[in-house]
């Protein structure tokens, strides 16, 4: 049976929930007639108000669940994915606008929770999974995901134009031959970059060619070595993100091939890593603290306003030129 939840209440009364929170403690400030038009919602919905009215009544802490998935997890747990921990950190640290207790979760453990509202992260669950969170009523926020056909609010990087900007780069020192490794295409942030890369080079008039590859593989020498017998040598490389740029230098330098004397290597995120790897990496860079900050700002937007309707918020991205570009 789906919770009933105080936004709920509140949307069929058509009152704030900071007023169905009023009505339910008694506040004998609120009006009769609205006091009586809220407690016939309560009891037609049959919602229980224990859970959350009275934690925003009595000042304690909201409950807020991170979900993310196994894989993610457990990157995070071991700190080996400088991305999502670096949005994890922004969001405890901008979780002191209201009181809040973050805890992180994975979907399957979200029927033994109560949460007031919900930070997903990334873009592994499927969308049957989604649905589900979705319906359960709670304030939802995806990060780093977009889901079309479903008004959860999502904060993304705008990783279509990103791709632009790393192969317009590209273009402008020469370059005609640009191939693209990418993740898998199911991801969105893969998805929108592959675009991205096909669409700037549709347009200049070149031919695009793109490569996917597993973004843990551990050695990109295979890949590197098949693009070369099947491609021949390509004047640069658009890499989906840092980590696996760096493999595929890695991969050059193990095919003999030098960085960027031979081929230039631009990556996506701007990780900690991509300025002390040799060569310091070009690359594209997302703002992470903004995306853990924006999200917590969305959420609790989401759990306490009248009437908040979906968006998507896009971060712009910003190219950085350093020494693995001729």
Known sequence: MKKITINEVAKVANVSIATVSRVINGDPKVLDSTRKKVLKVVQELGYSSEPYAKRLALKKDLRIGVVVSS???????DSTDEFYNVILRSIYKHKNRERCKIEECLP??????????IIILGSELKRNVLKDILSSGEPVVLVDHYEPGLDI????????????KAVNYLLMKGMKRIVHIHGPLERFG??????????????????PKAYEANDVIGDMGTLVRYILATYGKPDGIFVSNDYMAMKVIEGLKSNDLRVPDDISVIGFDDIIAAELFDPPLT??????????????????????KESVHPVRISLF??????????
């Open 71 to 77: 894989r993610i997890k457990g990157l995070i747990e």
């Open 317 to 326: 991205s910003e190219l950085v030129i350093r020494k693995s570009t001729r």
């Open 190 to 207: 893969f998805k929108n970059r592959f675009d991205g890369y096909i669409a700037a080079m549709e347009k200049a008039g070149y031919i």
């Open 108 to 117: 399957e453990d979200l029927p033994t929770k109560e949460f007031d509202g």
């Open 283 to 304: 690359t594209v860079k997302t703002f992470k603290i903004e995306m853990g900050y924006l999200a917590m700002e969305r959420l609790l937007d989401k759990i306490f």
């Open 153 to 164: 609010d999502s904060i993304v990087t705008d990783g279509y134009g990103g791709a632009i």
